[in-house]
């Protein structure tokens, strides 16, 4: 078994981790926004990441301008996908929010053909079809009509399909924990660019039970990002991953049935997830 796809298996469960983790901290009563939330796990994952580095001799701000362009275009799209994505989590649970963002797939798939010669085969367009069709079917019935909260969520997908493209070219040029370290920083400083003003008015509302979910979310996160990082350093395609990440959706439905008591609308979203999943294998693992 190569070691990328190891890397990649931990990625799946931690990945689940961290989206059950941001629900429950979306979902309470004090109502903060997708990107103060977000603003606090970037910046408590970066924090990880940069400690880490001079804890393990890895700390080095040595970037050429490609990397430096790349990191501040990344910062910008992570920060535009997940506030899009995770403000899906106010209207939708998060394994309709995972299935919708399946399309990320699509993306990367694309671009990483386009920009990375990957191949696109018949089982890629086989695979988009699927993801399509299950996108289709979560939405055609009369309790999960398309809304406001599931468009956000497929355009989330979108922004992380191209990051995650980039992401790839990035990781070659950093030790895994600055990677983490000045991936996550980059991003909660544009948050802090875009919208201080929010974020500040906002902090002043949270107690400190607020924070629990948080630090939970991001430390399923800094392991999500660092197993990803691995992942690509060791030879996994920007596809491969970005599918096999995806299919973390179970492990989610399977968390809310059971520390969240949702069971609705169940039977469609294993359906939908299933169909998900086998678009997803047929694009990042089928060859």
């Known amino acids: 078994m190569q070691s990328w796809f190891i890397f990649s298996l931990f990625s799946i469960f931690v990945l689940a981790g961290a989206e059950i983790s941001q629900k429950v901290s979306l979902s309470q009563k004090?109502?903060?926004s997708a990107i103060t939330n977000n603003f606090y796990i970037w910046t408590l994952q970066g924090t990880v990441g940069i400690i880490l580095a001079i804890l393990l001799g890895q700390f080095s701000l040595a970037l050429d301008t490609s990397s430096?362009?790349?990191?501040?275009?990344?910062?910008?799209?992570y920060f535009a996908g997940?506030?899009?994505y995770y403000t899906s989590y106010k209207g939708s649970s998060a394994s309709i929010s995972l299935i919708l963002m399946s399309i990320s797939v699509v993306i990367s798939s694309t671009l990483g053909t386009i920009l990375l010669g990957d191949v696109f085969t018949a089982g890629k367009i086989v695979g988009i079809i699927l993801i399509l069709l299950a996108i289709v079917f979560l939405n055609l019935n009369s309790k999960e009509k398309i809304n406001r909260y599931n468009v956000f969520a497929m355009l989330g997908g979108v922004c992380f399909g191209v990051a995650f493209t980039i992401d790839k070219s990035?990781?070659?040029t950093l030790s895994p924990f600055m990677y983490l370290g000045l991936l996550c920083l980059t991003v909660a400083l544009v948050s802090l660019i875009l919208k201080l003003k929010l974020i500040i008015k906002e902090t002043k509302t949270l107690a400190k039970k607020n924070f629990i979910p948080m630090i939970f979310a991001s430390s399923f996160g800094s392991a999500f990002n660092l197993f990803t990082f691995f992942a690509y350093k060791n030879g996994a395609n920007v596809?491969?991953?970005?599918a096999m990440n995806n299919s973390s959706v179970f492990l989610v439905i399977l968390a809310e049935v059971l520390f969240l008591k949702d069971r609705t609308n169940l039977k469609r979203k294993i359906i939908s997830a299933t169909m998900a999943i086998l678009g997803i294998i047929l694009i990042g693992v089928v060859k």
């Open 170 to 172: 990035f990781v070659s």
């Open 30 to 32: 004090v109502n903060v």
């Open 82 to 84: 997940g506030t899009l």
């Open 68 to 77: 430096i362009i790349k990191l501040v275009l990344i910062g910008f799209i």
């Open 239 to 242: 596809g491969v991953a970005d």
